[in-house]
């Protein structure tokens, strides 16, 4: 299959990536920047895999059309962290613009591929578990990827009525450490703190708690996610690690 996928430059979507192409994929690995493609493809050539780095960034309009791609994975995103009563609307605006519309108009430009070559296709969307959580400090990042969430779901349903071949999978991971959310808890002294003093505590609580909940191993959610790429009718609910999943409720 031809696979894309974004924020593929580290990670947990550079170890997707490349899991994919060692089992004969071909991955186009979704990057933002060109520094980003250099560093990611001197990574490649020193570890021999065959992966295809590409610029995408979602904050302009991509086309993707010539790929002629079979599953799109929408993995990249950002976190700005902060209190609603002292996070910039500057901060807030880039998680709506690259969490929300970044990925809206990349998908958007997925669907549209596959119908007008009336083909087959795989969407991926990566929402989190975070998002049916009450995170103080987090509520631009968790209502970004709640929103996410309602997307796929009713992505699907308005794909099932237009009668387009395209499955949609929602993947929600659990606290992984990748170094994300460490930046995400810190990032909010980006900000002109009101109540300083509570803020800096609420990043010792955070990371904390963090520290408690993350596993260091995303090798389940890596096994789930291709488990699901190459069958033929892929799972809606992709979520790890099990644990976590439990403690939340979905519709």
Do not use: W
């Not at 060109?34 to 020193?46: A, C, P, V």
């Amino acid at each position: 299959m031809k696979i894309l996928i974004t924020g593929a430059h580290s990670n947990i979507g550079y170890a997707l990536g490349k899991k994919l192409a060692l089992k004969g994929h071909i991955v186009y690995a979704g990057v933002k920047t060109k520094e980003e493609e250099e560093t990611l493809q001197q990574r490649l050539n020193q570890e021999k895999i065959i992966m295809f780095p590409l610029i995408i960034d979602l904050l302009k309009e991509n086309n993707i059309a010539s790929l002629d791609l079979d599953a799109l994975i929408l993995q990249a995103g950002v976190g700005e962290g902060g209190s609603v009563l002292e996070l910039s609307l500057e901060r807030l605006t880039t998680n709506i613009k690259i969490n929300i519309l970044g990925n809206y108009s990349l998908l958007q430009a997925f669907i549209r591929d596959c119908y007008y070559k009336k083909k087959k296709g795989k969407v991926f969307i990566t929402s989190s578990l975070a998002a049916f959580m009450p995170l103080p400090y987090l509520s631009s990042y968790t209502a970004s990827k709640l929103y996410l969430y309602q997307l796929a779901k009713t992505l699907r349903l308005e794909l099932k009525y237009q009668k387009i071949s395209i499955s949609v999978s929602l993947i929600l991971p659990g606290a992984y450490y990748t170094g994300f959310n460490d930046v995400m808890i810190d990032n909010k002294e980006k900000d002109t703190l009101i109540l300083k003093e509570k803020a800096y505590k609420m990043t010792l609580y955070q990371k904390i708690f963090f520290k408690i909940l993350e596993k260091d191993n995303y090798e389940d959610l890596l096994n789930e996610i291709i488990y699901n790429i190459e069958r033929k009718r892929p799972a809606f609910i992709i979520s790890r690690p099990l644990g976590q999943k439990l403690l939340i409720k979905l519709d």
